[in-house]
């Protein structure tokens, strides 16, 4: 079966190696801006993917026109694949569904709805719809294609986010640094700054490491840290603390890995003060790190970071990242201790 797994911007070919990793049977056909497309047997295993948005059943049909899916063998094997996905995944139940389409009101688009209501016996709801289906073009080829969401929710939506904090990072981004840190079991890690324990959490769902600290100035970021932690019911032990980045003391240090999403200076924090922030991050880090150790900074005050990353001589830059989240395009730097 053809399955799309919709991405972020920037993530696509660390998707592609967590299919690799999670999937191997998997054969990538293609890897287009914001989605990949597999060959599966299955769809077990679609839901342990964390650096994607959505996973998608995709149905392609050799059509002109969308009218053409209301012939009884298309729109027949549409039912089918919901069928299909109900089978697969008997745990997860959908009772609403939403269409989004290129004219969704037109006349053939509000027939495909009510046919698709009566055969499945969902509500629609055209805003929070759990069966999001998706009519459109083929990419790049002819004809037309309808993909149905296999979770009600997007894969990107964590069951465990009990406390929405301000300046908390996409959890597929997080996912996404997690792997540009190259995650192993004998790592001590450190969180420098963890706000809500976005990085801390997608850390522990990766590869649980053999020491794991998270730290935020907040006493409400590192609740709802906690609260998360104890939501998300990941194994692993982590080390909360309550200090300032700029002084932070940490007994005994030498972090191989460390992780920090500094505030960007909009939402959270100002420009301003990240003129101070940010050199305080990198100095505290060099002192907190082992020998080779990695750090991983995540930012879209992205001109300032690197003027300052210019300026000192701890940090080597290995890679670059640059990620498209709904109007902002975060950038992940990767730096080795020298």
Same mark, same amino acid.
């Given at each position: 079966?053809?399955?799309?797994?919709?991405?972020?911007?920037?993530?696509?070919?660390?998707?592609?190696?967590?299919?690799?990793?999670?999937?191997?049977?998997?054969?990538?056909?293609?890897?287009?801006?914001?989605?990949?497309?597999?060959?599966?047997?299955?769809?077990?295993?679609?839901?342990?993917?964390? *650096?994607? &948005?959505?996973?998608? !059943? +995709?149905?392609?049909?050799?059509? $002109?026109?969308?009218?053409?899916? /209301? @012939?009884? %063998?298309?729109?027949?094997?549409?039912?089918?694949?919901?069928?299909?996905?109900?089978?697969?995944?008997?745990?997860?139940?959908?009772?609403?569904?939403?269409?989004?389409?290129?004219?969704?009101?037109?006349?053939?688009?509000?027939?495909?709805?009510?046919?698709?209501?009566?055969?499945?016996?969902?509500?629609?709801?055209?805003?929070?719809?759990?069966?999001?289906?998706?009519?459109?073009?083929?990419?790049?080829?002819?004809?037309?294609?309808?993909?149905?969401?296999?979770?009600?929710?997007?894969?990107?939506?964590?069951?465990?986010?009990?406390?929405?904090?301000?300046?908390?990072?996409?959890?597929?981004?997080?996912?996404?640094?997690?792997?540009?840190?190259?995650?192993?079991?004998?790592?001590?890690?450190?969180?420098?700054?963890?706000?809500?324990? *976005?990085? &801390?959490?997608?850390? !522990? +769902?990766?590869?649980?490491?053999? $020491?794991?600290?998270?730290?935020? /100035? @907040?006493? %409400?970021?590192?609740?709802?840290?906690?609260?998360?932690?104890?939501?998300?019911?990941?194994?692993?032990?982590?080390?909360?603390?309550?200090?300032?980045?700029?002084?932070?003391?940490?007994?005994?240090?030498?972090?191989?890995?460390?992780?920090?999403?500094?505030?960007?200076?909009?939402?959270?924090?100002?420009?301003?003060?990240?003129?101070?922030?940010?050199?305080?991050?990198?100095?505290?880090?060099?002192?907190?790190?082992?020998?080779?150790?990695?750090?991983?900074?995540?930012?879209?005050?992205?001109?300032?970071?690197?003027?300052?990353?210019?300026?000192?001589?701890?940090?080597?830059?290995?890679?670059?990242?640059?990620?498209?989240?709904?109007?902002?395009?975060?950038?992940?730097?990767?730096?080795?201790?020298?």
């Amino acid at each position: 079966m053809l399955v799309v797994l919709e991405v972020l911007r920037g993530i696509e070919q660390t998707t592609v190696a967590e299919v690799g990793r999670i999937l191997p049977d998997a054969v990538v056909q293609s890897v287009g801006e914001s989605e990949i497309a597999v060959q599966i047997d299955g769809l077990d295993g679609l839901q342990s993917l964390r *650096t994607v &948005v959505a996973a998608y !059943l +995709a149905l392609p049909f050799d059509i $002109r026109r969308p009218k053409e899916l /209301l @012939s009884s %063998d298309r729109f027949g094997s549409v039912i089918e694949a919901v069928e299909q996905i109900r089978r697969q995944r008997p745990k997860v139940h959908f009772a609403s569904f939403r269409v989004s389409a290129a004219g969704s009101d037109s006349e053939v688009m509000t027939r495909f709805r009510a046919d698709f209501a009566e055969a499945t016996d969902f509500v629609e709801s055209a805003e929070d719809g759990e069966l999001l289906v998706r009519v459109r073009r083929t990419p790049d080829g002819p004809g037309w294609q309808v993909l149905l969401r296999i979770t009600p929710r997007p894969l990107s939506a964590r069951a465990w986010r009990e406390v929405n904090y301000p300046g908390a990072v996409n959890a597929t981004v997080a996912a996404a640094v997690v792997e540009a840190l190259d995650p192993r079991p004998a790592d001590s890690v450190i969180d420098l700054m963890c706000g809500s324990g *976005t990085l &801390v959490l997608e850390r !522990l +769902a990766r590869c649980r490491p053999e $020491r794991l600290v998270a730290s935020d /100035l @907040s006493a %409400d970021a590192l609740d709802a840290a906690q609260q998360n932690q104890r939501a998300s019911r990941l194994k692993g032990r982590v080390e909360y603390l309550q200090q300032d980045v700029r002084t932070l003391q940490v007994s005994p240090a030498g972090f191989t890995t460390l992780m920090a999403n500094p505030p960007w200076g909009e939402l959270v924090g100002s420009h301003d003060a990240n003129e101070d922030l940010y050199p305080a991050l990198l100095h505290t880090a060099h002192r907190l790190a082992a020998e080779q150790a990695v750090l991983g900074v995540l930012t879209h005050d992205i001109r300032r970071f690197e003027r300052i990353l210019a300026s000192q001589k701890h940090w080597v830059e290995e890679s670059q990242t640059l990620f498209y989240q709904k109007g902002h395009h975060p950038r992940l730097y990767v730096l080795r201790r020298y």
